[in-house]
């Protein structure tokens, strides 16, 4: 059963912005923090932002901070990731899942490429 689905990924040159939206469908959305992971070619999978059921974040990746906004809407059961100032040091499959700890069955991701 899938469990999120990820959209908004693309090619951005560097300086540029992306918005990357998450899905879910489980009907118990609303009760779990949720986060955007990113992984790099040959790197591990690592959590980027967090988001509480209350909208309080946290951004567990200093390089993002200032650069990247994370939100919810919980009727619409989706989480968001808007990404400015894109470096190519972003490029990144991103997903979406419970945090800090994935508990859930991983989407497919959405690819973001920053290069120009």
């Known amino acids: 059963q899938v469990q999120f689905v990820e959209s908004g990924g693309g090619l951005v040159e560097p300086g540029g912005s992306l918005k990357v939206s998450c899905v879910a469908s489980?009907?118990?959305?609303?009760?779990?923090?949720m986060g955007w992971y990113r992984q790099a070619p040959g790197k591990q999978r690592d959590l980027v932002a967090r988001?509480?059921?209350?909208?309080?974040?946290?951004y567990s990746v200093d390089s993002v901070k200032g650069r990247f906004t994370i939100s919810r809407d919980n009727a619409k059961k989706t989480v968001n990731l808007q990404m400015d100032s894109l470096k190519p040091e972003d490029t990144a499959v991103y997903y979406c899942?419970?945090?800090?700890?994935?508990?859930?069955?991983w989407g497919q991701g959405t690819q973001v490429t920053v290069s120009s």
């Open positions: 988001i509480t059921s209350a909208g309080i974040t946290t």
């Open positions: 899942n419970t945090a800090p700890h994935a508990v859930w069955d």
């Open positions: 489980r009907s118990d959305f609303s009760s779990y923090t």
